[in-house]
C-alpha cells in the first residue's frame, strides 16, 4: 500500500501546474485525501482536504491558498489532483499527499498515514 505525489517542477510565477497523488494496493475513493507542503526551513503545514467518496465528497482549502488552489478526485484513475493556479514563489516548497483515516470518513480525519514521497515545486519569480 502506497501513494506518492508528483507533477512538480519548476515553474514561472503565475503558472498552473497540477499535482497528482496516484495509489497502489488501496482504493483512494474509500478515504479522505489531504494535500501539505513544506516549505525550506518552515514546518509542514496542511492546505486542503478531501472527503471520502463514501461520505459528501467535500473539499476544503486552507484560508492562504483558497481561490488559487482546488482539489478533486478521478475514482476511475486512483488519483486525486490538487489544482494550483496563480502561483507565487512564497508557494515553493515539497508537496505530499496523504490518506486519513478511518476510511470513509469526512474532512478533517483522525489522522493521516500513509504519507508518499513529495514533489517539489519551485516557483520562480
Known amino acids: 500500500e502506497q501513494q506518492q505525489a508528483s507533477g512538480g517542477g519548476l515553474v514561472q510565477t503565475g503558472g498552473s501546474p497540477r499535482l497528482s497523488c496516484a495509489a497502489s494496493g488501496f482504493t483512494l475513493r474509500n478515504y479522505p485525501i489531504g494535500w501539505f507542503r513544506q516549505a525550506p526551513g518552515k514546518e509542514r503545514e496542511g492546505i486542503s482536504c478531501?472527503?471520502?467518496?463514501?461520505?459528501?465528497?467535500?473539499?476544503y482549502i486552507v484560508e492562504s491558498v483558497k481561490g488559487r488552489f482546488s482539489m478533486s478526485r478521478d475514482n476511475a484513475k486512483n488519483t486525486v489532483y490538487l489544482q494550483m493556479n496563480s502561483l507565487k514563489p512564497e508557494d515553493t516548497a515539497v508537496y505530499y499527499c496523504?490518506?486519513?483515516?478511518?476510511?470513509?470518513?469526512?474532512?478533517?480525519?483522525?489522522?493521516?498515514?500513509?504519507w508518499g514521497q513529495g514533489t517539489l515545486v519551485t516557483v520562480s519569480s
Open positions: 496523504a490518506v486519513g483515516i478511518p476510511v470513509g470518513s469526512m474532512c478533517p480525519p483522525m489522522r493521516y498515514d500513509y
Open positions: 478531501i472527503s471520502s467518496s463514501d461520505s459528501d465528497g467535500t473539499s
